[in-house]
């Protein structure tokens, strides 16, 4: 079992709909990140989280520590939002080393 | 804007024949990384620097080098160039200070290696 599983792997969604992707992870961390790859680009940090909640624009992030859970929401999806989107996390015995997760990629469609 | 900086963005290489890819940074960071990643995978970290401490990943191939000559630039150097080594390579930043804290990572737009 990898010890950061994300859902779903792959989503199409129309836009204007309301997206959400899950992490759960199986180690101790010290953070969580969630990134942004779009096709043959490099990776946009668009959160890190210890506790809580955050949110950026139409995007919010949210951890659950105790359940080592953490979901990303897209509000008002747009096809500019299609994207591969990853969460990994740092492990609290490591200061460098993310354990990634395999990525869902997402489509919008207009 | 602070950025991260990589150059060239599209390399080819012929196999064997030595490459090097840059970095560099104005977000005057501490730590920098790269990365390898093929496609559909995650990116695998091959090194990074702290400061100027070079810390290889134990399962880096020795054709794999690194150089940073200051703060703000960082190079990948690749001996001799498989087919395997095929992929995009991502250099990433963060400022850390002590242990244990986690802190975000700023990538760059990556460069990709073809070999032929």
């Known amino acids: 079992k990898n010890e950061v599983e994300q859902s779903p792997q792959n989503l199409t969604a129309q836009e204007g709909e309301f997206i959400t992707i899950n992490c759960s992870y199986s180690?101790?961390?010290?953070?969580l990140h969630w990134l942004q790859q779009h096709p043959g680009g490099g990776i946009v940090s668009l959160f890190m989280?210890?506790?809580?909640?955050k949110k950026h624009g139409r995007l919010i992030a949210t951890i659950n520590i105790q359940e080592k859970h953490s979901s990303l929401h897209i509000t008002a999806s747009h096809p500019r939002d299609s994207a591969v989107y990853i969460c990994?996390?740092?492990?609290?015995?490591?200061?460098?080393?993310?354990?990634w997760g395999a990525g869902t990629k997402l489509i919008i469609k207009p | 804007d602070a950025m991260v900086i990589q150059n060239p963005r599209y390399q080819v290489t012929q196999f064997g024949k030595p490459v090097t890819l840059s970095c560099s940074q104005t977000?005057?960071?501490?730590?920098m990384y790269w990365y390898q990643q093929k496609s559909s995978q995650a990116p695998k970290l091959l090194f990074h620097?702290?400061?100027?401490?070079?810390?290889n990943e134990a399962d880096t191939p020795d054709n794999f080098q690194s150089r940073r000559p200051n703060t703000s630039f960082c190079f990948l150097d690749i001996r001799s160039p498989g087919l395997g080594d095929a992929a995009m390579y991502l250099c990433?930043?963060?400022?850390?200070?002590?242990?244990?804290?986690?802190?975000?990572?700023?990538f760059g737009p990556g460069t990709r290696l073809t070999v032929t």
């Open positions: 990433a930043t963060s400022r850390v200070v002590g242990t244990g804290a986690s802190y975000e990572q700023y």
């Open positions: 977000l005057n960071h501490n730590v």
């Open positions: 620097y702290y400061d100027k401490d070079f810390n």
């Open positions: 180690v101790g961390i010290s953070a």
């Open positions: 989280l210890s506790s809580g909640k």
């Open positions: 990994a996390v740092k492990h609290m015995d490591s200061n460098y080393q993310l354990i």
